[in-house]
């Protein structure tokens, strides 16, 4: 009996200690860092930074002119450079705070039904997801026998891809005086990455690949998709080419790289343009080593990395037409240039229309749409549904001058909310093809335009006002994109070449005044089916 009593009160010792090992070092660990302030990112070296536009926040809620301030400019850059925009000389500034873009937009916005998501069932999906994910991971870490001291990730109400999502309106992905903007773009250049793989479309063409095909699929562009800690999600698309390289002559504009810098300067022109059409996206060198290839559990990602002879970690497509190591990106030798482009709200909450694109190319090497060699093709596509009586035409003329001014020759489809119905606006996605050359305008994208002449009159008054010398499209141009840590983002000639062709619109709309009257060209409301033949101007080039 004394040594049966021996062994139990050992038994109690031995559990006893495992309990208090237990506790100390892992549970105890736990509930420190609940109790810890956050203090941003683990890992982030911009923490200061990351967490200093807070009392802007604040002052943007009190003062109407903090918030178009807040809206026009993202986190000020170090440089001096930087410093001076903040001065009275700033055109940026001066083009956001005049009265054209402080207007109040038709028609208002009165209720929920002109909000894209209904706020609770989104953050319902989005704990869902975020439940999803961390079993997912779970089971990840033990299938590899992996351990983690991290806490299951949590979503933050105040997180800034999800506030972006729930402000997306009936006028645009955001609104003018919104300062959720600045916050996603400096969370997508500061936040560590948690997972990394292909997107949807890419996999989709899995070991489908032809290499008989002219226009190639997505998957040769190396297009990834990131996950931040925030569980926000990003489309990164790594450096192709260099900022002074112009696209070949002789090559078609659906064989073209997809250029990074070109990603991001469009969003600071649809921006600058007031049509708030194109995703919130920034510039960020990626650690292609830690943020991409450590995070991801795709095994196909995984072994398409390898170090090149100059010890540059590099990875390359799946495709298998491109499955070589001179169509490779690399690092630097593991820091990469790419933009990030945010996603918007899953297809599941809030689904999206892609149309054919009426003066799509033909994506051949020789033959033509109709729109190439019919002048009046814009009075066929006048008595076609959705463009007889909707905003719709107008909205695809929007289009063709935001392509024309980026030179942007592939845009053979476009994507709309379907909540918003035939007069929803179009959302301006993959713009990678623009800015390829600065010596070379593309009138034919312009075709929209000069053969329906017709144009909102919101949108002549904003290219009017860009072609003055205090509001300069390529002043204003430059000083938005040195917001961006990639600066400079377009070369010199490219932004001169935004004037050049903001006037080349100007003088293509001039021409359609004169032959058809300003009444008919000049339109403040919905297309009607009764609208006289357009024609095509007489224009000069």
Known sequence: MPGLRRDRLLTLLLLGALLSADLYFHLWPQVQRQLRPREGPRGC??????SSPAPDLAAAASDPGTIVHNFSRAEPRTEPAGGSR??????LQALFVHPLYNVPEEPPLVGAEDSL??????LRYYRRKVARWNRRHKMYREQMNLTSLDPPLQLRLEASWVQFHLGINRHGLYSRSSPVVSKLLQDMRHFP???????????????????TQIVKPSGVHLKLVLRFSDFGKAMFKPMRQQRDEETPVDFFYFIDFQRHNAEIAAFHLDRILDFRRVPPTVGRLVNVTKEIL????????QSVFFVSPASNVCFFAKCPYMCKTEYAVC????????SLSAFLPSLNLAPRLSVPNPWIRSYTLAGKEEWEVNPLYCDTVKQIYPYNNSQRLLNVIDMAIFDFLIGNMDRHHYEMFTKFGDDGFLIHLDNARGFGQHSHDEISILSPLSQCCMIKKKTLLHLQLLAQADYRLSDVMRESLLEDRLSPVLTEPHLLALDRRLQTILRTVEGCIVAHGQQSVIVDGPVEQSAPDSGQANLTS
């Open 294 to 301: 450590e995070v991801t559990k795709n095994e196909i990602l």
């Open 45 to 50: 070296p911009c923490t200061g930074r990351a």
């Open 193 to 211: 990455t948690i997972s990394a793989d292909y997107s949807q479309d890419e996999k989709a063409l899995l070991g489908a690949c032809d290499c």
């Open 86 to 91: 903040s001065g009275s000389g700033s055109k």
């Open 331 to 338: 690092g630097n030798p593991h820091l990469l240039e790419g």
């Open 117 to 122: 998501l209904a706020s609770q069932e989104a």
